[in-house]
């Protein structure tokens, strides 16, 4: 028995959790690139150490894996929704396209009202009441209805 424990023959033995995890990350990055153009991405830049950066956010990543993941994190959304609010408040006013305007019904309006309303408090009651005043000659049919009587 010259293979590893729990393993099948031809296998090349059990793989470590240490392998199984890089071999994971490996995965997802490749698969992660495959959706994902970085060359079109405007916040990506390799610096000089062979690093790469991430200009909006400016935080320093090891490997594009580690990019692409901090891209869905947290920080990188809400610095890309600050940035899009700041945008759209410094943009100057696009003119709006002409809109045509509707003709409203003019209905035409003759004189002033018939009566004046006037509020009024009684500080010996505490109660308040209106007051209408009917101008003389002018017929008013007014209904008035209470949710307090």
């Not at 729990?6 to 059990?14: E, F, H, R, T």
């Not at 490997?63 to 959304?77: C, I, M, P, S, V």
């Not at 010996?124 to 005043?133: A, N």
Request: proline content about 5%; charged content about 30%.
């Amino acid at each position: 028995m010259d293979r590893e424990w729990g393993s099948k023959p031809g296998s090349g033995g059990a793989a470590t959790a240490q392998n199984e995890a890089i071999d994971r990350r490996e995965r997802l990055r490749r698969l992660a690139l495959e959706t994902i153009d970085l060359a079109k991405d405007p916040y990506f830049m390799r610096n000089h150490l062979g690093s790469y950066e991430c200009k909006l956010c400016l935080t320093l990543h090891n490997n594009e894996g580690n990019y692409l993941a901090h891209t869905q994190g947290k920080r990188h959304q809400t610095n890309l929704a600050k940035r899009a609010a700041r945008e759209a408040k410094d943009a100057p006013a696009q003119p709006q396209p002409h809109k045509r305007k509707l003709n409203l019904k003019k209905t035409v309006k003759i004189g002033r009202p018939g009566y004046r309303v006037t509020k009024q408090f009684d500080p010996d009651t505490k109660q308040r009441s209106l007051l209408f005043q009917a101008i003389a000659g002018v017929l008013i049919m007014l209904i008035m209805i209470s949710t307090y009587v």
